[in-house]
């Protein structure tokens, strides 16, 4: 039971590349989210999907894109990479929508 | 927006004695929680505590809710080396989907 995995652990981008996050969760929840932590920042939620089908915008969607490819796996994309998108980034997920989230490990994004 | 504003934003202690960190909040809520995130990893679920609840216990956690004055504490006894790590609180509002964080406490446990 590996829980909320995410690909990759770290990468680097330079400005204007495009990227997609991967995030799978093998505990059958019905929501996934993904949110960035900057230092000093807390978590902010960029997106969310409450139930497989759905996606709606958190606090800070702008330059991303997501995708509910199905129960088990929800993507985040950067279409054109800025450096204001350095960040790490985690996915989560929860039995509902009120209920405690399980988060993965994070991915380490440098846009130089 | 923040939600949840933690207070103090870092807190260092010996080994042995309590950590108090608190949390204020704006709106109402369905439910508040707080989460433990060590240095480089995710965060990690520790306890939830609803609306209509006043204070729960977990361990050596003990959490309490003053919905009137949109507030919560998160107190660890006989605190370890093993407890140095982040602490969040975040907020599930009434009718929202969405877990708003705050900023967090930084906990330091000197052995």
């Known amino acids: 039971n590996a829980g909320v995995t995410q690909t990759p652990k770290f990468q680097v981008l330079k400005t204007g590349q495009s990227m997609t996050l991967q995030c799978a969760q093998d505990?059958?929840?019905?929501?996934m989210y993904w949110y960035r932590q900057d230092p000093g920042m807390g978590l902010r939620l960029i997106y969310y999907?409450?139930?497989?089908?759905?996606?709606d915008k958190g606090e800070v969607p702008n330059g991303y894109n997501v995708s509910r490819l199905n129960k088990r796996e929800f993507s985040l994309r950067l279409e054109s990479a800025a450096p204001s998108q350095t960040s790490v980034y985690f996915c989560?997920?929860?039995?509902?929508?009120?209920?405690?989230?399980?988060f993965g490990p994070g991915t380490r994004l440098t846009v130089t | 927006s923040q939600q949840g504003e933690e207070d103090p934003q870092a807190l260092s202690i010996q080994e042995g004695e309590n950590a108090t960190m608190n949390c204020s909040y704006k709106t109402s809520i369905n439910n508040l929680q707080w989460y433990r995130q060590n240095s480089g990893r995710g965060l990690v679920h520790l306890i939830l505590i609803r609306s209509n609840e006043r204070e729960k216990h977990s361990g050596r956690l003990r959490v309490t809710l003053d919905t009137s004055k949109k507030s919560s504490s998160l107190l660890i006894t006989a605190s370890r080396a093993a407890d140095t790590a982040s602490y969040f609180c975040a907020t599930a509002g009434a009718g929202s989907y969405q877990l708003t964080f705050g900023k967090g406490t930084k906990l330091s446990v000197i052995p």
């Open positions: 989560a997920s929860s039995d509902g929508t009120y209920w405690e989230q399980y």
């Open positions: 999907s409450a139930s497989e089908g759905t996606t």
């Open positions: 505990m059958n929840h019905n929501s």
